[in-house]
């Protein structure tokens, strides 16, 4: 497992002054790694990186909103968004606000990318509404977190697979 | 009445590609201003130019959320966001979102300023992720909508007076 996840690091760079692009290869088919990412049951088991989620609200469709709470060892941690976009298997467009920062808003428009062989490439782009904010959350420890996430997402799959 | 409410017409200008700034002069003094714009039972008297409001949700903090749906003649409409300042009687900064675009986000930073004779400067400047979004709301008939408002929210202000 270690071996896998060390092997697709998410490669995040930033295309322009107010985006982060993130790009992670997961060894399972689309329609598998879509379940995983927008079945909140699925969900609560990786987002976390192993701290307890509770999905107070989650409708992945155009309009419907999400909120989850993070019980970090250091408090719980609220995060909520809406949906502009939900297209099963490939795209999804959400907010993303962080209650540590009420009103902050980032548009994350997350595709997935079939490869043919068994693999599907997700690509997420942010788009912040400042420069400062995207830097503010590139400085925040981000690449770690969604580092840790995603090698807890592999072990979904890998489950859901067996 | 209506001398008043032409002779303080909003100005409109756009001071970059994704913003769109609006000011205005009230004949109150800015606490009157302030608390006509931020007590869910006055917004209701002026904010839907006419059209009943029903505010679901208001809690003018930082963090806090606000949710309304104007009854219009074509139906509904539902517009929310959420508060990253309130500073009174001064700035509100906070999100701004309509149900017909989900999850594009504005960003709105209203400030009043106390000119001391009695009037109060209102500045509103809008904030949009891409010009693109900036000038579909320029296009969208919103300075015809923000003069009704200002025009009925003149009439509350002149209520609370006597």
């Known amino acids: 497992m270690n071996t896998k996840s ?3 690091k998410p490669v995040v760079t930033t295309p322009s002054e107010r985006e982060i692009r993130i790009e992670r290869i997961f060894d399972a088919p689309r ?3 879509w379940k995983a990412m927008t079945d909140a049951t699925l969900l609560a088991q990786w987002w976390g990186r192993g ?3 509770e999905i107070e609200r989650y409708e992945p469709k155009r309009g419907g909103h999400w909120r989850m709470v993070e019980h970090t060892p250091e408090g719980p941690q609220g995060f909520e968004g809406r949906f502009r976009e939900v297209t099963p298997p490939e795209r999804v467009v959400q907010t993303f606000e962080w209650d540590g920062m009420p009103g902050h808003v980032v548009i994350e428009t997350m595709t997935l990318e079939d490869l043919g062989d068994g693999r599907t ?3 997420n782009v942010s788009l912040f509404h400042t420069p400062e904010e995207r830097d503010g959350m590139l400085h925040s420890g981000m690449a770690d977190g969604v580092e840790q996430s995603y090698a807890a997402l592999d072990e979904v799959l890998h489950k859901l697979a067996s």
Chains 1, 2 share one sequence.
């Open 6 to 8: 060390t092997k697709h």
């Open 31 to 33: 329609e598998r790694v």
């Open 121 to 123: 490439k997700l690509v």
């Open 51 to 53: 701290n307890k989620l």
